[in-house]
């Protein structure tokens, strides 16, 4: 059973807002507590308590600490995380978050990574908001997670730089791609923590998914606004069995390079994979001059786009990337094992929506059977695809076309 947790954002996403309905759905203010002690911030302890905002309870978390006069950098950052005693899976997504925002502060101010100075984000408070999301995210233990479109607010905030608009700059070079939402409020909805954290975890962006709600978390915000509950929502449920197929949001970036060597764009490739894409692929093109050319594509979540473009960039001659927002549908999946005369196979079963079976038999592991019993890769493919046919007639239910 696929376990679904969905950010209703109607009133925008903050570090502390997250932690805040992380512990109320259950992962235990304890816990978050325990980790963040193993790091040696003198003081450093989360505090609960439950608030109402515009008449609804929620649970309002503070970071109590010792004070601090100093901004940290990347390397510090990274071995602050490495000093606790935060699992790997908690590690992995702390120094995933922190990456997105020293990725996005470096575009901004245009420097390298390695000298990102964390300001606002570097301060104890947000490294506690960060480190507890994302130990709390582990705690959580979700499949998936489905994400509103996010609403910024506007007007004007002062930060470390001076005064700027609303979204602040990291926070909008956060949202590339991601889904914004509407908003008269007159405040800084989505900071650039809760932009890192949203970014970093999430999935997919659209509306409630197919799912069975379980239980129900509310994170307040600090303020409490005449326009609207300042509250964020997470739904965590089962998705619905019955479900054949998933949409969700995603991002498509294209290159044209007509001045790259075959290998560099191979090695490209290799990279794009790398950085999380859902697919890479190269197109022949003839551009000006009648010069032969190839256009790279890749598809990726939203919250992965900066990344994509990042290796783009610097693993090719472009100076331009475009990019757009897309939907896809993907149908239901789940791994399967045949047994053919040379041995298992392994594959994916998908349902089309009117719940017939798709099987595909993977590559590489027809090829490691082709290999083993020195037999034609096309008699593998057919003897999985006929295995799973057998298999689906004992059942009693019927053949299936497969793809």
Not at 226 to 251: F, S, T, Y
Not at 376 to 395: M, Q
Request: proline share 5%; aromatic share 6%; charged share 30%.
């Amino acid at each position: 059973m696929t376990k679904i947790a969905y950010l209703d954002c109607g009133s925008g996403i903050s570090g502390d807002m997250t932690i805040a309905a992380l512990i109320d759905v259950g992962v235990g203010l304890d816990n978050l507590n325990k980790a963040l002690g193993s790091l040696g911030l003198p003081g450093l302890e989360l505090r609960a308590v439950e608030v109402k905002r515009r008449g609804f309870r929620a649970l309002r978390v503070t970071v109590e600490a010792e004070p601090e006069h100093t901004y940290r950098d990347w390397r510090q950052i990274k071995a602050l995380i490495g000093s606790g005693s935060l699992t790997d899976r908690q590690t992995d997504l702390a120094l995933r978050i922190f990456n997105v925002l020293a990725k996005a502060e470096s575009r901004v101010h245009g420097i390298p990574i390695e000298k990102v100075h964390f300001h606002e984000v570097g301060a104890i408070d947000s490294i506690a908001d960060i480190i507890g999301a994302a130990v709390g995210w582990d705690l959580l233990g979700v499949d998936r997670v489905v994400v509103s479109p996010v609403p910024t607010g506007f007007g004007k905030i002062r930060i470390a730089h001076g005064e700027c608009s609303i979204p602040a700059p990291a926070t909008a070079e956060l949202l590339r791609g991601v889904p914004l939402a509407e908003s008269s409020i007159k405040h800084e909805l989505t900071t650039p923590t809760g932009a890192a954290i949203l970014v970093a975890v999430a999935d997919s962006f659209g509306p409630v998914p197919a799912m069975k709600i379980k239980r129900i978390g509310y994170g307040a915000g600090q303020r409490d606004f005449p326009q609207r509950p300042n509250i964020l929502r997470l739904l965590v449920g089962e998705a619905v069995e019955d479900a054949k197929h998933d949409a969700e949001d995603v991002c498509v970036l294209e290159t044209n390079l007509d001045d790259e060597r075959g290998e560099i764009v191979a090695y490209c490739i290799s990279r794009l994979w790398q950085s999380g894409a859902l697919d890479v692929y190269t197109t022949a093109i003839g551009m000006k001059k009648d010069r032969p050319a190839v256009k790279i594509t890749v598809v990726c979540r939203p919250g992965d786009a900066a990344l994509v473009e990042d290796v783009l960039f610097a693993e090719t001659t472009t100076l331009g990337v475009r990019r757009w927002s897309a939907a896809r549908s993907i149908l239901r999946r789940e791994p399967l094992t045949v047994e053919t005369s040379w041995g298992p196979v392994e594959g994916k079963i998908g349902w089309r929506r009117d719940g017939s079976p798709r099987f595909a038999p993977e590559y590489e592991s027809c090829r490691r059977v082709a290999m083993e019993n020195d037999v034609p890769l096309r008699d593998v493919y057919e003897a999985a695809g006929k295995a799973f046919d057998e298999r689906r007639g004992e059942r009693g239910e019927g053949r299936e076309e497969r793809g």
